[in-house]
Structure formats: C-alpha cells, structure tokens
C-alpha cells in the first residue's frame, strides 16, 4: 500500500505531518511504515513535539552547524549558483534523514509518546515537499 | 512478527545489544529486520565493536559537537528547564539514527565483520530505553 | 529478494550507483528497497546527482566537520593507530546513514527529479566496499 504526502513549507524548520500519517493507517493491522522524501535540500525527522522551543533551537542549532555560503567560513563552497541557502541545504539533507522506518501495530505506529514526525525544510523560499510512503501490511 | 528490546543506560555513551538481536533472530529464515528506538533523547547506531576506544571517541566528538546548553556559546537555546543534557540530547538525536533497517539470511542480520548495533544513550541520567523490532520473514 | 553491489573506491568522496540498483529493480512490481553498507567508514547517501560541485562540496564540508586525528583540535581521540583518517571514517559514518529505504512503485524507485544514491567513502585508501541489498515485492 502506498501513498503520498505533501508538506507545504514557509521557510526553514519543522513542520509535524503526524496527524496525516496516522490517519492514512488507522484501520490498518501490524506492518512496517516507511517514509522517504523526494529532495535533497529537506528532510524527514522524528522529534519531541511536547515543547514548540525544541523544534526552534533545532532549526537554530543546525543553522549554526551549517551557515548560508555567503558566511566566510563557508568560502570553500562552490555550488552558490541557487543562492546562500542552497549548498546548506544539501549539506544538512546529508546530516539528516531521508528515510523513516516505523513498525506499525494494528493500524498504529509504535512512536514513543513524546515522537512527532517532522518534514524539516531547509529552503528559505515557500515549498512544497513530496513524502513517500510505503505501508507493508 | 514483533518485539521490543529493553536497553538500561548509565549515563551517555555507547550501549551494544547486537547479541539480544541476534538471539531474537535465530532460527528465522530470510527477511528485513527494523530497529526504531521510541525516545527522542537517545539513538540507535551501527559501529565498530572490536576497539572500545572507538566507542569513546565517538562520545567525546559528540560532546564537542553539541556541548551542554550551559556552555557559553551555547546560550542561544531556549529548552532548557529540564537539564543542560537535554536540548544537546534532542540535537545529538537528530544527528544519528532513530530507525536501522538490516536486510537478514537464513536468520543471521547481513552485518560486516566489524558492526555491532548501539544506544547510544545521550541523556546523563540512568534510563530504560525502549527499541521496537519488526521482523518482515 | 537479495543482491550485494559492489563500490570500488579510491579515496574520499561520492560515488554514485543508482543505475546499477535501479538495473537490479528493472522488470520487479510494487515493492520496498532497503540498502545496507556492511562497512564502519564509509556511508550511504542520497543527493542531487545534478552538479557534480554539491559532491565535492560535501566531501569538504565533512572533511572540515570532521578533521583528521592529526590536527591539533582532534588531539583528544586516542583511536588512532589506524591511520589519521580511521577515526574521523568512524565518526562520519554515525553521520551519515548506514541504511536507505525507498519505495518502488512498477520496478522504479521513487526518487525525486534529481536524487541519487551514493556510497561516501570515508577512508583515504581504495577499497572495494559491499552494500547489501533488499527487495520486498
């Protein structure tokens, strides 16, 4: 069984598709879910969705890891063509997932209670992103 | 066919459970083992288990990578009323694996000589970890 | 179904193989791949296979990400009797994932317009590298 989702994005950050997904499984019986997005300047992740604060310092924690190429230390990069965003945002799809895998049980996905999934954009200009699922029920 | 493994963790570090997940296996035949670990605070990792130097290696550059949100050039985080441990664990969370897929042969997982399957724990209290398996034979 | 590709490597860097997988999926139905590196220093990776820049500008951006055991700043890693570039292979491989999982739909994966799929070596001599393969159809 298979689908897909689609995420629209306003620039960089979080944006929790959990609800969606559980409402295209509900009614199923025991499987495996896997998630896969089809960029590469996104990702996909699995993160705490108690506290709004998390998702903002994750956003800002890997805005510092990787800064937009027009920072000088980041001159060494030569893919600047697309704009300061663009390299960055390959850089943090690489250190991020682009698949998830999430054992389902009677039509529910075995999250943690604290586990929301996130599609993380990494582009600063509005988007819209494809996920890929695939139930193996 | 479903399970959950339990892995107990004193502090941040790597935690090996390859022999638990094996044991499960044996005597299935082929198939798709997933491994999702339910916390947002802890990870899963496949890594080098003949030198235990390695193992620490890796928590130390972990460490530097996202220090305690107490340090000073850390100071931009907000979440950070449940401990300095815990925005760095979320963050370290993103970083590493939260699912591992391992295709399986006649019941033993297709690892490399030298990979052995990890928590690697992020929080520094002691913890009971939980990590759902899927079994697809 | 289950196959092993081989990725011949001469020194840091991405190589791509998406033709050899998509080759092996060509003629299958509905279904979900998962790929697997049986090796600790190396990774595997999707990204854009358009401009062979973002390529090199990854490997840098490890390269700075993670520096070589030598340097001063690394002087704090004590596995290192394997080579200046053992230990940062290690670390770089808990970066990056060890498994993909993408859904197939008519014997295609789906990939997005400009994905492919990389093996990132890590190490600085050539090796010959294994990535397990599954196909569930």
Redesign the interface.
């Known amino acids: 069984m ?1 689908t897909e989702f689609t995420v629209t994005t306003r620039g960089p950050g979080l944006y929790e598709f959990t609800g969606e997904v559980a409402g295209w499984l509900a009614g199923q019986g ?1 499987g ?1 879910l ?1 998630l ?1 997005v ?3 300047s996104c990702s996909l ?4 969705n108690a ?1 709004p ?2 998702q ?3 956003r ?3 805005h ?3 800064p937009p190429s027009s920072a000088p230390e980041m001159a ?4 600047t063509q697309e704009g300061p965003d663009d ?1 960055p945002a ?2 943090k ?11 389902v ?1 009677r039509g529910r996905m ?3 209670s ?2 929301g999934i996130y599609l993380f954009e990494h582009r600063n200009a509005p988007r819209t992103r ?1 996920v ?3 139930l ?1 029920a």
């Open positions: 298979q025991d495996l896997t896969f089809r960029h590469t992740l699995i993160q705490e506290d604060e998390v903002r310092d994750l800002n924690y890997f510092r890891l990787v060494y990069l030569s893919h390299m390959h850089i799809a690489a250190l991020l997932p682009v698949s998830l895998s999430i054992p049980l075995r999250l943690g604290w586990q494809n890929a699922a695939h193996l």
